[in-house]
C-alpha cells in the first residue's frame, strides 16, 4: 500500500510528527519528523493502517543545529537512539532539577521553598533511609582493614558479631569487591538467592540458573537482546507499562506489542485485550516472542491474584512466548500477598503434568525497590526457568562480554535475600527499620490515595502495591486547547504546570501509554510528609478554576 501526502506550509515553523496507527487507535510508532510543505511517501506492508500527522512542539535536539564539521550529528547516529524514549527522566525532571538547583543557589524567585522528585521510584533520594544492616557490611567488604579490630567495630562504632561474621563470609566468596567475579556472579552469593527463592516458592531454585546484574535494567536489555532476533520481534507489553521495555524495544529495532490494563478491574490483566494484540500483530506480520508482566505493576501499582497469573502463563504456553516477569516490587505489597510467577508455574506444572513443560520463564528481582531502595548500588538478579541450555549459554556468553556485575551490589544482594535472622544479634533492629519503611510507604500510599479523592476530576485506584498511583485526570476544555496552542499533550501540559506552581515532579500518563481518550499522570508516594500532598491539592483546585 502506497501513500502520498502533500502538507500545507505551517505558519509556525513547528515540526510535524508522523505517526502509524490502526483503525483501533492503537498506536504503532512515530515513523518520521517532517517539515511543513514537504512532499512524503513511503510502503506499508499492512493495508490496515492509517497515517496522521500532528503538530509538535521543537524538542531541545530540533532548536540545536549540529557541528557540521563533526564526525557525528544528530542526523547519522544510530537512529534507534533518536526513537527511543525514556518519559521518568525526561523534560520535567530535567526542569524540576533546574529548579533544585536554583534553591540551591538562593533563587526567592519561585513560588515554592523545595522541589519533590516524585517522578521515579528513588527512595534515599527522598530520605528513606539505609538499613544499618546492610551499610555496615558493605563498609567492612569495601575496607576489609577494619577486621583487624572487630573489638573496636563492636565497642565504639555498634557493628555486631553477625555484621562481622557476614562481610567474611562475603568476601571469602569474592577475596576483594575491587576484583572481577564470576560473569554470573560469585558462586556463593548465588547460593544464597536460591535459597531466597526455595524459601519464598517452596520450589527448588539451582543456582547455575541465576545470573546476578546491575539492577533489574541490566538483565531486561541482555534478555531482550537475546530474545529479539529481528525487525519483525514482537515483544507483548502491558500498557501503561515502565517505559524502559519499549525504549528498549525502540534500541533494539524490535516491535512493541501493546496489551491494555483494565483500569476499572484495579489495573488487571484483561486477557481478552491481551489475545485481541497478539492477533494484530500475527496480521501485520509480527513474529511475537515474549510477554512482560510487571507485578506488582508499574506504573499502577496493581498485585495480580494467581488466577491473573495463570492467565498469563496460558496464553505463553499456548503461543509459545517466554514470560518476563518483572518482580522487582514484589515485597510492596499492601493488599493480600505476592505470588511470583516462578511459584504459579511450578504449581501448574504439578496440577497438568505435560501442558506447561515448555514454558520459558524468567524473573527478575532488585536492591532498588522494597524497603532496600539502594538503586544507586545497581544489584538485582534473574533466573531463567525452562530454558533450552543452548541458549542458555549464548546468555552466560552475552554477559561475559560486560565481564561482571558491581561485586559490591552482590554483597548488598545477598544481604537483602539473606537478612539477620531471628535470634541473630542484628535481627531486631533489622525488623525495626525494615517495618518502619513498609508502614511509612503504606502510610504515604493511602494518603496521597485520599488527596485524590477530594481532587475535582480526579479518580485513583486503591493502593495495592509498589511506589506509585496511576490517577485518571479528567481536564476541562480550556486545559486542553491551551496545550494544543504549546503543541502538547494535555497530561503533559497539566504536569509541567503543576511543576512550575509546587515543585512536585510527576511523570504524563503519555510517557507510559494510556488509552485513547484518557489522561493520568503517574506519582510515587516516597517523599516523607504531607505538606507536599496539600499543595498538589490546591493546585488543581486552581489549575481547574483557571481553565474551566
Given at each position: ?10 505558519m ?57 564539521n ?6 547519522n ?12 527522566r ?60 572487630s573489638?573496636?567495630?563492636?565497642t565504639?562504632?555498634?557493628?555486631n ?20 567475579s ?9 547460593n544464597?538467592?536460591?535459597?531466597f ?8 531454585a ?24 529481528s ?55 509480527t ?72 514454558v ?6 532488585s536492591?532498588?525497590k ?10 538485582g ?144 508516594f ?10 498538589i ?12
Amino acid at each position: 500500500m502506497s501513500w502520498q501526502f502533500k502538507l500545507a506550509s505551517s505558519m509556525r515553523a513547528s515540526p510535524l510528527r508522523a505517526c502509524v496507527t490502526r483503525p483501533n487507535g492503537l498506536l504503532l510508532r512515530p515513523t518520521a519528523r517532517i517539515a511543513g510543505g514537504l512532499s512524503v511517501s513511503g510502503t506499508f506492508e499492512h493495508s490496515k493502517l492509517t497515517i496522521t500527522w500532528v503538530e509538535t512542539a521543537p524538542t531541545m535536539t530540533q532548536t540545536k543545529r549540529s557541528n557540521s564539521n563533526k564526525c557525528l550529528n544528530v542526523d547519522n547516529i544510530n537512529p534507534h537512539i533518536r526513537a527511543a524514549k525514556y518519559a521518568v527522566r525526561g523534560e520535567l525532571a530535567v526542569k524540576a532539577e533546574e529548579y533544585r538547583q536554583r534553591l540551591v543557589d538562593g533563587d526567592k524567585a519561585l513560588p515554592f521553598d523545595s522541589v519533590i522528585f516524585a517522578n521515579i521510584g528513588n527512595p534515599q533520594q527522598l530520605d528513606q533511609k539505609p538499613i544499618t544492616f546492610f551499610r555496615q557490611v558493605l563498609s567492612l567488604v569495601e575496607n576489609p582493614l577494619l577486621l583487624e579490630n572487630s573489638d573496636a567495630l563492636k565497642t565504639s562504632f555498634g557493628y555486631n558479631q553477625d555484621v562481622i561474621d557476614r562481610a567474611k563470609t562475603l568476601l571469602a566468596n569474592v577475596q576483594s569487591v575491587g576484583a572481577y567475579s564470576h560473569s554470573q556472579g560469585a558462586p556463593g552469593i548465588r547460593n544464597s538467592v536460591a535459597k531466597f527463592i526455595e524459601e519464598r516458592d517452596g520450589y527448588p531454585a539451582n543456582p547455575q540458573d541465576l545470573f546476578l546484574t546491575a539492577g533489574a535494567s541490566s538483565g531486561v536489555n541482555t534478555l531482550l537482546s537475546v530474545i529479539c532476533n529481528s525487525p519483525k520481534a514482537g515483544v507483548l507489553v502491558p500498557i501503561p507499562q515502565y517505559p524502559l521495555y519499549t525504549a528498549t524495544l525502540a534500541l533494539l529495532n524490535a516491535q512493541c506489542v501493546p496489551y491494555y490494563l483494565e483500569e476499572q478491574k484495579a489495573w488487571g490483566t484483561d486477557i481478552n485485550a491481551m489475545y485481541q494484540s497478539i492477533k494484530d500483530a500475527k496480521a501485520a506480520g509480527t513474529d511475537l516472542r515474549a510477554v512482560v508482566v510487571i507485578n506488582p505493576g508499574n506504573p499502577t501499582g496493581a498485585s495480580l491474584s494467581a488466577d491473573d497469573i495463570k492467565q498469563v502463563i496460558d496464553v505463553a504456553a499456548e503461543e509459545h512466548l517466554v514470560v518476563i516477569a518483572d518482580e522487582v516490587y514484589q515485597t510492596n505489597v499492601f493488599e493480600g500477598e505476592f505470588v511470583s510467577f516462578k511459584k504459579r508455574l511450578r504449581q501448574l506444572q504439578q496440577e497438568h503434568p505435560g501442558k506447561y513443560d515448555d514454558v520459558e520463564l524468567v524473573s527478575m528481582h532488585s536492591t532498588s525497590k522494597g524497603m532496600v531502595g539502594e538503586c544507586g548500588h545497581r544489584g538485582g538478579y534473574f533466573e531463567l526457568v525452562g530454558f533450552d541450555p543452548l541458549v542458555q549459554e549464548q546468555i552466560y556468553k552475552l554477559v561475559s562480554i560486560g565481564l561482571c556485575p558491581p561485586v559490591v551490589a552482590q554483597c548488598l544482594l545477598e544481604t537483602m535475600v539473606n537478612p539477620p535472622r531471628e535470634g541473630e544479634p542484628s535481627h531486631e533492629l533489622y525488623q525495626k527499620e525494615y517495618n518502619g519503611i513498609r508502614d511509612g510507604l503504606r502510610k504515604r500510599a493511602f494518603a496521597l490515595y485520599d488527596a485524590f479523592q477530594r481532587m475535582e476530576g480526579v479518580e485513583c485506584q486503591e493502593p495495592q502495591g509498589s511506589m506509585y498511583l496511576f490517577p485518571t485526570i479528567k481536564l476541562p476544555n480550556g486545559a486542553i486547547e491551551a496545550a494544543k496552542a504549546e503543541g502538547r499533550a494535555a497530561d503533559e501540559f497539566y504536569c509541567l504546570r503543576l511543576l512550575e506552581a509546587t515543585g512536585v515532579c510527576v511523570v504524563p500518563g503519555s510517557g507510559f501509554g494510556q488509552k485513547e481518550n484518557t489522561l493520568h499522570f503517574r506519582t510515587t508516594f516516597l517523599a516523607p510528609g504531607t505538606d507536599w500532598v496539600e499543595r498538589i491539592v490546591k493546585f488543581h483546585a486552581d489549575f481547574m478554576q483557571k481553565y474551566r
